[in-house]
């Protein structure tokens, strides 16, 4: 494998002499994400492989071309999951870029985010280094976390290599409950549960349904189902997978927004549908009859900040404008690692 970081480093240090800019991509699964594409390909499937995996020191090591179904399948085996749940965006899915993306999926608000799990990560920087940060125990991370800052960060900083990510056991027992509840209600039906000890793995509210994810041992999940009460779902798996994955049918749209508030946060009058996950912290809203800047003055008042996630037209930016000061440390981050500014130009902001 030391040849294919070879290349790697022959063609981005040939990129940053030509100022040629490079396209960061594994299986492309998330090419809509972000801004417009721009750029060279770099493939990153050819360096793949799990590097290291001791299932009872709850850490793995992949390339960053390793497809997402291989590191989930190799974890399942010894019943243990990535927590944060990515979206898998189909089978071209690979480690590198459920990083780079930073997504997670229904269990982020209980679990934890993508950057909560890395605890390592090896980064291509425009100069063709090769640098480490982090390692493979929490205890390794001190000082300034770029291992984590990579989490999220869409490629802009260079190319990730490799991570460790930090896994969690299987929950022993599932259950799924189902209450009919307007938007009010339900808001204010997670907030109250999200300050209650209960084993609560992930909520959703759409069309006048609260569905909720308990997970745990079985004495704490059946004491929580006799003490919230509601519908008992059959078989919720479906529709966590379909709600994770975003195949949910609330998904197939032309143009989404991806609204971050506090999970107390009122309900938010933009017009439109909305699907709301997290305990209310997520909401996914549609048909808006709002526009850009006045999707973004609401929910900026109310707390919180506004991703424009899938439209055929993104010239009012995907990303919500970062305040001047956050503005300035991204510039310098970007030209400490990629002087040239090869890499996924235009992609975050």
């Given at each position: 494998m030391s040849d294919q970081l070879d290349r790697f480093r022959e063609r981005i240090v040939a990129a940053s002499a030509a100022g040629t800019p490079l396209r960061i991509a594994g299986g492309a699964s998330k090419d809509w994400y972000g801004g417009a594409l721009q750029g060279e390909v770099l493939d990153t499937r050819a360096y793949s492989g799990v590097v290291?995996?001791?299932?009872?020191?709850?850490?793995?090591?992949?390339?960053?071309?390793?497809?997402?179904?291989?590191?989930?399948?190799?974890?399942?085996e010894h019943r243990q999951m990535l927590a944060f749940e990515p979206p898998r965006f189909g089978a071209a899915s690979t480690i590198g870029g459920v990083v780079a993306s930073g997504l997670s999926g229904p269990r982020r608000a209980n679990a934890g985010a993508v950057r909560d799990f890395v605890l390592g990560a090896q980064l291509m920087n425009g100069r063709g280094e090769l640098l480490n940060f982090g390692g493979q125990v929490m205890k390794n991370v001190a000082g300034y976390d770029v291992s984590r800052l990579l989490a999220g960060s869409l490629g802009v900083l260079g190319l990730i290599t490799q991570v460790s990510l930090k896994v969690l056991p299987l929950p022993l027992v599932e259950t799924t409950l189902r209450f009919e509840l307007d938007e009010i209600a339900a808001l204010a039906r997670m907030n109250e549960w999200g300050g209650q000890p209960l084993p609560l793995s992930a909520t959703c509210w759409h069309a006048g349904v609260l569905t909720v994810r308990l997970s745990g041992a079985e004495p704490a999940v059946q004491a929580a189902v006799r003490r919230l009460g509601g519908a008992v779902?059959?078989?919720?798996t479906?529709?966590?997978?379909?709600?994770?994955?975003?195949?949910h049918p609330f998904f197939d749209t032309g143009e989404l927004w991806r609204?971050?508030?506090?999970?107390a946060a009122s309900a938010q009058i933009l017009g439109g549908t909305q699907l709301i996950e997290w305990g209310g912290g997520l909401r996914w809203l549609k048909g808006a009859r709002a526009d850009a800047g006045a999707i973004r003055r609401a929910v900026a008042a109310a707390g919180g900040h506004a991703t424009l996630y899938r439209a055929a037209d993104k010239s009012a930016g995907a990303f919500h404008p970062p305040a001047p000061a956050i503005a300035r440390i991204h510039a310098r981050l970007q030209a400490a690692f990629d002087p040239a500014g090869i890499f996924n130009r235009g992609r975050l902001y």
């Open positions: 290291d995996y001791e299932p009872t020191e709850l850490v793995i090591t992949a390339r960053c071309g390793t497809p997402l179904a291989q590191v989930e399948a190799l974890l399942c779902v059959a078989d919720a479906p529709f966590w997978h379909a709600l994770r994955d975003q195949s609204l971050a508030l506090p999970p």
